[in-house]
Each structure stands twice: as C-alpha cells, then as structure tokens.
C-alpha cells in the first residue's frame, strides 16, 4: 500500500519560512516523481514544485525564486522549503506521486500566512 504522510504545516506571518516534509513509503522511493500541489479555500488544486527520481526540479511562477524542493533517498522524504510565504500561499499542501498507473495524494497539511 502506496502512503505519502505530510507534515510541517502551521501559521507563519509574512515574510516567514516553513519546510514541509512528505515520508513515502510503499513505493520505490528511488525511481519515483515527486509533486508538492497546494489548494487554497475556494479554487482548484494547483501545482507547485516537482522533482524528478534524479533530482531535477521545477516550480510554478507564483513561488519561483521563494520555494524549493528536495528529497532524501535514505529516509524516503520530499522536502518543500518555503521562504518569503505571502498571504496567497495559504493553503492545504498535498503530497502527490503517480506509481503504478494509479494517483496516490497524500492528506496535506495546512498552511495559514497571516498577521
């Protein structure tokens, strides 16, 4: 069974940082594309930063320069480190890997960036 846990969420003011964390397991950790979506209240799930099994990465205009992503091999883990959050990054940040043929989502975690 494919499980993807987020964690590393919470309320940070402005201009602050938060580092997500996603633990895979179930899956070939080493082979496998990793995706960081977000969904804010109201709209549709969007993408936000993807690393490929070799470690290549891309991000989405809105945290381009703010947002980076990485991953550690030896405990199966995807990173998203958050710098500069506004409060247009608020949102529920979800885990996502495609293995198998099948979508597997973690269950997110919220991010709240409020005064």
């Known amino acids: 069974q494919v499980r993807l846990v987020e964690s590393g969420g919470g309320l940070v003011q402005p201009g602050g940082s938060l580092r997500l964390s996603c633990v895979a397991s179930?899956?070939?950790?080493?082979?496998?594309?990793m995706h960081w979506y977000r969904q804010a209240s109201g709209k549709e799930r969007e993408l936000v930063a993807t690393i490929n099994s070799s470690g290549s990465t891309d991000y989405a205009v809105p945290v381009k320069g703010r947002f980076t992503v990485s991953r550690d091999y030896a405990r199966n883990t995807v990173y998203l480190q958050m710098d500069n959050l506004n409060t247009e990054d608020t949102a529920v940040y979800f885990c996502?890997?495609?293995?198998?043929?099948?979508?597997?989502w973690g269950r997110g975690t919220q991010v709240t960036v409020s005064s």
């Open positions: 179930g899956i070939n950790f080493r082979i496998a594309h």
């Open positions: 996502y890997t495609r293995w198998r043929d099948r979508d597997w």
